[in-house]
């Protein structure tokens, strides 16, 4: 077992004894969320700025069937999977065409046009106030509702999705996408589809978006607006790029980071979004790369004076 | 039939206010190459700014003057503080800074002038409406229109007729030639945001006595500025005034037979637009 | 016979026709050089012949079907691979990845293109090694291509085209850039693979396409307005006054 994953696991279990269950259940959710999206912005380069849109309408679909429909938690995860790869089929089928700056605005603009659907929407989604009332169901005689047992599920299926990733990053579509990511021209040339390929990377990502969703929903009882606006789609890119966008830990440590700070600075200050852009603000300034190269670059730096 | 008219010129009105924030960040995108998501921001700042000045000397027309050179000054101060010192980073780093950027100025205007949106009234002269035959007309509307019209009018003589604006222009399609021609392309940049924080903080003091004050007005009219670039292409006038006059016109007609979807429609509006044309309304990347 | 040909073929941008009429045939094992001066239209040609656009008008035929309109990865599955001027390659890969990349492309099967192992493709993986060796870089299989040298990217922009397996490989200017050394180099190279595979190849230094080529086509302004063995092409007097830019030669 080579050891960032172990450090996972130790953090898995170390977690709960530090925060509350609901923010560690929240870590691991947004890592899903992180891992979907960081097939598009670190594998295959492309800046989606919409990512929320998977998530917040698997969340409402996947949460509404529970509530209204009382389906059981194995169908409400498959069908936020399902909600999340079809809005990114969507969306990504608009986007891919573009490039650059087009494509950064054009997942923007259509963020907003789930937003505000979801935003008016009130007899489903309850508008402003969000879709109250989503259960917990139980799955197969486990009874969720204790906050441990579902951080226990959070965590297995966050693993799930882990090994999942890797298989993918790993597998020949990984190289594909980092192909794309490289050299648009060249990947065409050498016989890939690359509008075809980045709609795949766009699926795939939304999927975890979409699985991230369901749980999130299941965690507070409660589809917030705010699941699927912009804000949100920046809060994970920024997770991914304070994690580094180039490996496939990174958005899990982004998000660990992001959560935790996130989730404390909100009990201290409601205006704490202040405070969040001024963090994006410095990381930029001073942070590029992220925290998995300034970790490199602080032991390259410490290395080389013991050498001294 | 005077409904339906006054529901197309409200469309025309709103329409040129989209034009104008399309184009000052499509001015602000295309030739600094960052997507600007500040501009929204700076567009509620603009609104914000024309009502407490308008109230603090009680004459709305010389703030109308001073609010945008406020957030152009803004504007000025942002580039040089930050985004100059982003241009070789990536797109993902630019855009964190300006989504930054974005979340302190509404944080910093809710701090300011409170969460509650206010409604704020045209001065004296432009209340009420005017007849214009067909139908009863607002008088500020009209104003809007006028003054977006000429405004709009003044950017494309800026940009076609003078010898700053064609640098302007050859600063969107070719930086290097721009550099080669010996012209500080640094001050070219400055100049460009400047410009682009003023025609947002333009349009969001004209806004300002039409919809009022609420703290996500910059938001929502960031989103609105992005399908108008994305639709009518970067640095592209004419594309700019066919979206947002395309979008102000649906957006206004839908509202007066469905009021809940009339947000919606802008950006239905573009996904179909772009589902037909991919490549925009005027034919870009 | 011809295995690629093209018929009138014709690319305008706006006012500016980059390829005129262009009808060319390319016989299968042979080595076809283009020759012309700059702006001639030869790298335009390039791009139509692999589908990056389509052209304005006119036809191109590969082994007999028409493959007109064909987009770039597909022509790739087609069997016709190119390299470039400027250099194109995957930075941030590693030798064996740029190669193995493209050699995944035009593979047999993409099952388990989700799942599977990049290192479970056997006959892939083997193409690709293949390829490296081809031109020399076997040895720095690990590297990343943004360290290499000027003249090791010129290889490894050829490797990858080869990796695809092609039966044409069109080389457009592979000696771009290169000190007379790896100039050398790079020509025992081209002579190596002439025979392998059908060749089309865009070259500016007159020495090389005489040394290499079976058949050699020039063009001027979009048309072409020679073809011949490297021969008769020396004694030209069109060919000379093109290059001369219409001094009496």
């Known amino acids: 077992m080579k050891k960032p994953f172990l450090l996972i696991l130790i953090s898995i279990f170390l977690l709960p004894l530090v925060v509350r269950p609901a923010i560690a259940s929240e870590i691991w959710i947004f890592a899903i969320f992180g891992l979907g999206a960081n097939l598009l912005l670190g594998y295959t380069g492309l800046l989606s700025f919409g990512q929320s849109t998977f998530f917040g309408s698997a969340a409402y679909v996947a949460g509404w069937m529970m509530k209204v429909h009382g389906i059981n938690a194995f169908l409400a995860l498959v069908a936020g999977i399902g909600v999340g790869a079809l809005s990114a089929a969507a969306v990504g089928y608009l986007c891919v065409q573009r490039s650059g700056l087009y494509f950064i605005m054009l997942t923007f603009a259509l963020n907003q046009l789930f937003y505000f659907t979801a935003y008016q929407w009130t007899s489903v989604t309850g508008g402003e106030d969000g879709m109250p009332g989503v259960p917990r169901p139980a799955l197969a005689g486990i009874d969720f509702k204790d906050p441990l047992i579902y951080y226990a599920f959070v965590s297995l299926l966050f693993l799930l999705a882990l090994f999942l990733m890797k298989r993918i990053t790993e597998s020949p579509l990984g190289k594909i996408l980092q192909a794309i990511r490289e050299n648009e021209v060249r990947a065409e040339a050498v016989g890939y589809n690359v509008p075809r390929f980045k709609l795949l990377a766009f699926v795939v990502g939304g999927a975890f978006s979409g699985l991230a969703g369901v749980l999130y929903a299941m965690l507070f009882g409660i589809v917030p607006l705010e699941a699927i606006s912009f804000v949100f789609s920046g809060n994970v890119v920024f997770a991914t790029l304070i994690g580094g966008s180039g490996s496939l830990y990174g958005p899990v440590i982004g998000s660990f980071v992001f959560i935790w700070l996130s989730e404390s600075m909100s009990t201290v200050w409601a205006r704490w979004p202040l405070l969040l852009g001024v963090a994006f603000v410095l990381v930029v300034m001073f942070l590029r790369g992220g925290l998995v190269e300034a970790w490199t670059r602080f032991w390259t730096w410490r290395s080389s004076k013991q050498r001294d | ?285 | 016979m011809a295995l690629l040909e093209t018929k009138r073929l014709t690319k305008s941008f706006g006012a500016l026709t980059a390829v005129n009429g262009v009808s060319l045939a390319v016989e299968a094992g042979s080595l076809h050089s283009i020759i012309g001066p700059n702006g001639a239209g030869k790298t335009t040609l390039f791009n139509l012949l692999t589908g990056t656009f389509p052209p304005t008008s006119g036809q191109i035929l590969f082994d007999q079907n028409d493959i007109t309109g064909t987009p770039a990865s597909r022509v790739a599955h087609l069997g016709l691979a190119r390299s470039y001027q400027r250099t194109t390659v995957f930075p941030a890969f590693s030798l064996f990845d740029n190669v193995w990349v493209a050699a995944f492309a035009t593979g047999k099967s993409w099952k388990g293109l989700l799942h599977k192992k990049t290192s479970d493709y056997a006959e892939v993986t083997g193409r690709a090694r293949q390829a490296l060796q081809d031109v020399g870089l076997e040895q720095k299989s690990t590297q990343l291509a943004r360290q290499l040298s000027h003249g090791e990217q010129r290889q490894l922009e050829l490797a990858i085209a080869l990796a695809a397996a092609p039966r044409v490989l069109l080389l457009d200017e592979p000696a771009a850039g290169l000190s007379p050394e790896e100039t050398r180099r790079m020509v025992a190279l081209v002579r190596a693979l002439k025979g392998r595979y059908t060749m089309v190849l865009i070259e500016h230094k007159m020495d090389i396409i005489m040394s290499v080529s079976d058949r050699i086509s020039v063009m001027h302004f979009g048309s072409l307005i020679a073809e011949g063995t490297p021969a008769e092409i020396q004694k030209n007097a069109d060919v000379r006054r093109a290059y001369l830019g219409g001094v009496a030669a």
């Open chain 2, 1 to 285: 039939m005077s409904f339906v008219a006054a529901q197309i010129l409200n469309g025309i009105a709103t329409g040129m206010l989209y034009a104008l924030m399309g184009l000052g960040l499509s001015l602000v995108t295309g030739i600094l190459n960052i997507p600007n998501f500040a501009h929204g921001a700076l567009f509620a700042i603009g609104a914000y700014l024309l009502a407490t000045v308008a109230v603090a000397i009680g004459n709305f027309w010389i703030a109308l003057l001073i609010a945008p050179v406020g957030v152009a000054l803004l504007g000025l101060a942002i580039e040089y503080a930050g985004i100059r010192r982003l241009y070789a980073a990536g797109h993902d780093y630019q855009l964190l800074f300006t989504f930054g950027l974005a979340l302190i100025l509404s944080e910093s205007i809710i701090l300011i002038w409170g969460p509650i949106g206010s409604s704020y009234l045209p001065p004296a002269i432009l209340r009420g409406g005017a007849d214009l035959g067909f139908t009863m007309y607002p008088k500020y509307r009209l104003f809007v229109m006028m003054a977006a019209g000429v405004l709009v009018f003044a950017t494309w003589l800026f940009l076609e007729k003078t010898r700053y604006g064609a640098i302007m222009r050859a600063g969107i399609e070719n930086k290097e030639m721009v550099s080669l021609l010996g012209i500080d392309i640094q001050k070219l940049f400055t100049v460009a945001f400047g410009l682009g924080a003023w025609l947002a903080g333009i349009a969001g003091a004209l806004t300002a006595p039409i919809r009022g004050l609420n703290p996500g007005m910059g938001p929502d009219m960031l989103g609105i500025a992005f399908v108008v670039v994305a639709l009518g292409g970067l640095g592209n006038l004419l594309g700019a005034i066919a979206a947002g006059l395309i979008i102000g016109v649906a957006q206004a007609l839908v509202a007066a037979y469905w009021t809940e979807a009339s947000t919606v429609v802008i950006y239905a509006v573009m996904a179909v637009i772009l589902l037909v044309r991919p490549q925009g309304l005027f034919g870009i990347r």
